[in-house]
């Protein structure tokens, strides 16, 4: 009776480690950190200043992240996407990420040495959804904009290489999603309200 008692005892703890040892198979126990502090750039707000330090560090320009307190699929991101530690470190190592706030009252100097509230700099960007992403290049022109959530880290990353490689220039970003098996799966699509953890 003593040994099945120790027998049950250890299936138990085997059973429930297995789905610990199932993520870690899977790759699904990642580093994660605070994205205020890992992804978005410390700024005071003045992008041509941040961007001359992009020239400087040979970066390939800057990520605008316009995004709203209550916005659940802002929240989303950050929470799922942007706290990535794999994500940040790519992102980092070619742009200077800089989140807005379209409601807010936080000045921001615009390319052209002009400083407004971010609430105006987003409505002078026509941004009045969130999230979105968008692409300067080094010279201040936004030569990519994404609207709406991101679903994974990995679709993300290819986000990311649709712009360093220059893919936006002849080919829609949808096309290039799905030539490398990001498509929309039949029109499902994931919301924060279906994401359970």
Same mark, same amino acid.
């Given at each position: 009776? #003593? ?5 049950? @005892?250890?299936?138990?703890?085997? !059973?429930?480690? =297995?789905?610990? $040892?199932? %993520? ?22 003045? #992008? ?5 330090? @992009?020239?400087?560090?040979?970066? !390939?320009?800057? =990520?605008?992240? $316009?995004? %709203?307190e209550d916005c659940q699929y802002c929240q989303y991101m950050l929470r799922k996407i ?16 800089? @989140? ?10 615009? $390319? ?7 609430k105006v700099f987003s409505d002078h960007r026509r941004i009045f959804l969130t999230p ?23 679709? $993300? ?41």
């Amino acid at each position: 009776m #003593l040994r099945t008692a120790k027998t049950r @005892a250890a299936l138990a703890a085997l !059973l429930l480690a =297995l789905p610990a $040892f199932a %993520a870690l198979a899977n790759g699904a126990l990642v580093e994660t950190r605070d994205p205020r502090a890992h992804f978005f750039t410390q700024t005071f707000g003045d #992008l041509g200043e941040e961007m001359q330090l @992009a020239r400087e560090e040979g970066k !390939l320009g800057m =990520l605008l992240f $316009f995004e %709203a307190e209550d916005c659940q699929y802002c929240q989303y991101m950050l929470r799922k996407i942007l706290s990535q530690q794999q994500v940040q470190d790519w992102y980092n190592e070619r742009f200077v990420s800089i @989140a807005i706030d379209i409601h807010g009252d936080v000045e921001i100097t615009d $390319f052209d040495g002009i400083t407004l509230p971010s609430k105006v700099f987003s409505d002078h960007r026509r941004i009045f959804l969130t999230p979105v992403v968008a692409f300067v290049n080094l010279d201040g022109a936004e030569i990519y904009r994404h609207l709406g959530m991101i679903r994974t880290p990995e679709e $993300f990353l290819l986000l990311g290489e649709y712009i360093e490689d220059g893919h936006y220039f002849d080919t829609e970003y949808r096309v290039f999603a799905a030539s490398r098996g990001f498509g929309d799966e039949g029109g499902a699509r994931l919301t924060p309200a279906e994401d359970t953890q």
